[in-house]
Each structure stands twice: as C-alpha cells, then as structure tokens.
C-alpha cells in the first residue's frame, strides 16, 4: 500500500513570496489533515478535511494561509504571502481506520 | 489551545536501559497516542490507547492511558540503537462534531549511547 505522497520535499523563499504544497492521500482516505511543525516542537494543526469539505480550520492563520481539496483526493496547502515565522515542516496526514503521516515539506522561508 | 506537557525533554542513557516517558494534560482526551519520528520523515503510530486505564503493548513498548484520561505513559524496555529518535504524545478528542486533530506533546528526543 502506497503512504502518504507530499511535494516538494523541500522548499527555499524569501519572505512576501508565495509558496504551495501538495499532498497525494492514501487511497480510500476521506479524512485529510495539513499540521505545522516548527523545529524542536511536536506537529500543530492547521486544517482538517473530510472529502473535499472542511472540517475544523479554527488554527489556520486565514490571514495569509490556505488550503483546498477540491476533488475530496489530493489537497494543496497555500501561504501568500510568506513570513520568517512560517519556517517549518508541513505535514499531511490522511486517516482510513488510522491516520498516516507524509514525510513532510521543509520550507525555509528566508 | 490545548497544550500536552511531555517529559522529559531529552534522554540519555545506555544501550540495553529502559525508558520511561510521561505526557499530562489540562484537558480530557478520548484516544491517547504515541508517535516516533525519524530525521526527515514524518511521525509513524507506535501504540493507540481508547480507554482510561488501558496498558497496551508492542514488542518492547508498553503505553497506558491514565484512568484521568488526562494523561499517559510509554516504557521502552532494553533499548536497542535504532529506538533513537524524537517519541511524541498526541491527544484525540472526542470526535462526535468530526473534528478530530490530534494535539501533540514537543517530544522527548532519546539517545543511545552504546
């Protein structure tokens, strides 16, 4: 069975640009999670899907954060523009009777 | 939000030792988990407790939920050098609205020393 797909692995801005991320779930999972995990912390969450609906977003920065599943599959998570303090590891995760994590993006955001 | 206090922060102990490792909540979760994350990879489920005063084994790992459903613990016994790496607490509430994220603890990062 496939894991949890993510692109790029890693990620290199300066600070204003624009920047996306992809996640590919595992087959069959409807549930989607997108976590920020800053260096030295465990993993936050930022948005939750069930399809292509949200479920819970109530900690993603709406300011300058976003994200889509618009086929209820793949999902992409946006961040326009960019700080110094987005610096991290982003996470999506995908649950059928239990969740897998991808390994992450690494964004550096200079 | 919710915060989970995980300790102790770092570790270092002697191959062959065992480990033991806590998480305390100010809040009640339904489902306690324990994670391991390697360099570069995202976290990988170790064990998955569902009911207060659960004691839930995997090979060398042995993991309860605390009968406050307010926290837990993980024992590693006889390390061995590839259990190095970083161990995260999550807690998953009760999920009746959908909304089921986990809240992690900031992970006990475990070295080996042979």
């Known amino acids: 069975e496939a894991g949890v797909a993510q692109s790029p692995r890693y990620k290199i801005i300066e600070k204003r640009q624009s920047v996306a991320f992809w996640c590919n779930p595992i087959?069959?999972?409807?549930?989607l999670y997108w976590y920020q995990q800053i260096l030295g912390q465990g993993p936050k969450l930022l948005i939750q899907?069930?399809?292509?609906?949200?479920?819970?977003d109530s900690q993603l920065p709406k300011d300058r954060f976003s994200a889509e599943r618009l086929k209820g599959v793949d999902s992409t998570l946006k961040i326009q523009p960019a700080k110094l303090e987005d610096s991290a590891v982003y996470l999506c995760?995908?649950?059928?009777?239990?969740?897998?994590f991808g390994p992450g993006t690494r964004l550096t955001v200079l | 939000g919710q915060q989970l206090n995980q300790s102790p922060q770092s570790m270092f102990i002697q191959e062959g030792e065992d480990v033991s490792m806590n998480c305390t909540s100010s809040?009640?979760?339904?489902?306690w988990l324990w994670y391991k994350q390697d360099p570069g990879e995202g976290p990988v489920l170790l064990i998955a407790l569902y009911k207060a005063g659960e004691l839930t084994s995997n090979g060398r790992l042995t993991a309860q939920f605390g009968i406050t459903r307010k926290d837990s613990f993980l024992n590693i016994s006889a390390s061995i050098p590839s259990d190095v790496g970083i161990y995260f607490c999550?807690?998953?509430?009760?999920?009746?609205?959908?909304?089921?994220?986990?809240?992690f603890g900031k992970g006990t990062h475990l070295i080996i020393q042979p």
């Open positions: 995760a995908s649950r059928g009777p239990k969740a897998f």
């Open positions: 087959s069959g999972h409807a549930t």
């Open positions: 899907f069930q399809n292509n609906g949200v479920v819970d």
């Open positions: 809040s009640i979760f339904n489902t």
């Open positions: 999550a807690g998953q509430p009760y999920s009746g609205g959908g909304a089921d994220g986990l809240t």
